[in-house]
């Protein structure tokens, strides 16, 4: 093992125990991975996540490792997403002279930063996600660096999976509980347009659609401003256990 790495390293999954927010953790798994090349070179670590169609999301060790991740998302070239494509780990020996990404590097080198390692992580069907490791020295990450990385890839993975999912049904719950705000507001408003018109529920409903074609508006933005309008104050949902 080289000089200054670690194979005891914080277990990742650890950080789900606590309470932290997706980003903190993203932002926590950055600082576990530095720490495990910490010795006489400087390291720097980043993350690359994508969950389903949204965009990339980047989370660092430092602004310095922020800037070299952006900057790959910026040119839609480099290392990272190289390896979030292809699932396979992608090595760097030295930024000046390889000639794979070359928008990239045409940056990223003056940095001074010149090895790269970039292990995808597996998250199954959560997203994708790639662990990206700069160093100052040329060849730095050896077969056994590699090594270290992906053990530690392994186990950020499973604990990147869960947190994943875990955000995914937030995403659904937040979701539902929109749609579930939108058409309290959408009932109510017909429930005032029947008494003040006394139509039928069609009718009642057509009538607003009109006025949301007409205004150019969402039909729950329509219903809201109708409700504060008959009754002075915004709608709002309560949920029971």
């Known amino acids: 093992m080289q000089n200054g790495e670690r194979s005891d390293a914080a277990d990742p999954q650890s950080l789900l125990l606590e309470d932290r927010s997706i980003t903190d953790f993203l932002d926590q798994l950055s600082v576990l991975g530095e720490q495990l090349f910490a010795g006489d070179a400087s390291v720097l670590c980043g993350l690359m996540s994508r969950r389903g169609n949204r965009h990339v999301s980047v989370r660092s060790s430092s602004s310095r490792a922020a800037a070299l991740s952006e900057l ?65 020295p040329t060849g730095y990450f050896t077969s056994e660096r590699r090594r270290v990385a992906a053990v530690f890839a392994a186990q950020a993975g499973k604990a990147l999976e869960m947190a994943m999912r875990v955000a995914r049904y937030q995403d659904a719950a937040a979701d539902m509980y929109a749609a579930m705000e939108s058409r309290t507001s959408i009932d109510i408003a017909v429930g005032i347009i029947l008494a003040q018109s006394r139509c039928t529920q069609d009718e009642a409903f057509e009538m607003l659609q009109r006025a949301s074609n007409t205004r150019r508006q969402k039909l729950s933005e329509v219903a809201r401003d109708l409700i504060v309008q008959a009754t002075g104050t915004t709608p709002r949902t309560h949920f029971t256990n």
């Open 72 to 136: 790959q998302h910026d040119v839609g070239e480099g290392p990272s997403l190289a390896a979030m494509t292809t699932q396979e780990t992608v090595v760097v020996d030295d930024g000046r002279r390889d000639r794979r990404w070359p928008h990239y590097f045409a940056s990223s080198t003056v940095s001074g930063f010149a090895s790269m390692l970039s292990v995808p992580l597996q998250l199954g069907p959560e997203g994708t996600a790639t662990l990206n490791f700069y160093a100052r």
